[in-house]
């Protein structure tokens, strides 16, 4: 692992680097500090959440979120992959990541290089290479013409195609699918039409 690149996420800097499915901008989300920055060099909205990169399911009690056995087994069957799950959470001091509105968007990574930096960085807030309203950078190059010297360390993959991840909720054992993206839930998880 690269010692630079973990100590500038463990010590408040924030990077551009290839996730499971896009180049995403990335700062430890334990620290409200560095997540500002993102929203500061994206433009992002504020009232938007950013998916929150895990390494584990053990991780989601650092963020007040419950899982029951019947969640936990949901968990297990879908991650690792490119399917970010809402969850909701009541800890405290939380807001500047939940943005006000009590749930969490959280992913294990299907990328092995992640997993690794995510064992030793913790868990790191990620959201699309892009500024508000523009498209998610596809190279480091694109991606560097958008933030230049205001991100802190860049780490080229090559060409990224765009595939958002297919994002759920889930409450309550009760599955909702709000993007289908790159990623199908196995047939025993879909939700069943009415």
């Known amino acids: 692992m690269n010692a ?4 500038i996420l463990n010590s408040g800097g924030i990077a551009v ?4 499915t896009i180049y995403g ?7 409200p500090v560095a997540v500002e920055k993102i929203y500061q060099v994206k433009d992002r909205l504020h009232s938007k959440p950013m998916i929150i ?6 991780e989601l009690a650092r963020f007040g979120v419950e899982v029951d056995e019947n969640t936990k087994q949901i968990l297990q069957k879908i991650w690792p992959n490119p399917v970010s799950v809402i969850l909701p959470t009541n800890k405290a001091g939380l807001e500047y990541l939940h943005r006000g509105t009590n749930s ?3 992913r294990i990574p299907n990328n092995q290089f992640l997993l690794n930096l995510l064992k030793e960085t913790g868990p790191l807030a990620s959201t699309s290479a892009n500024p508000e309203g523009e498209k998610p950078s596809e190279t480091i190059k694109e991606a560097k013409k958008y933030f230049g010297d205001s ?3 860049y780490l080229d993959h090559g060409q990224m195609e765009s595939v958002p991840s297919t994002v759920i ?12 993206g790159i990623f199908n839930l196995p047939d025993s998880l879909t939700p069943q039409e009415a």
């Open 4 to 7: 630079t690149l973990t100590e």
């Open 17 to 20: 680097l290839p996730t499971d």
């Open 25 to 31: 901008i990335h700062a430890s989300a334990l620290n």
């Open 53 to 58: 990169l895990i390494s584990s399911i053990d």
């Open 104 to 106: 969490l968007a959280f």
């Open 151 to 153: 991100v802190d360390y």
């Open 169 to 180: 909720k889930l409450e309550d054992g009760q599955i909702q699918i709000l993007r289908q």
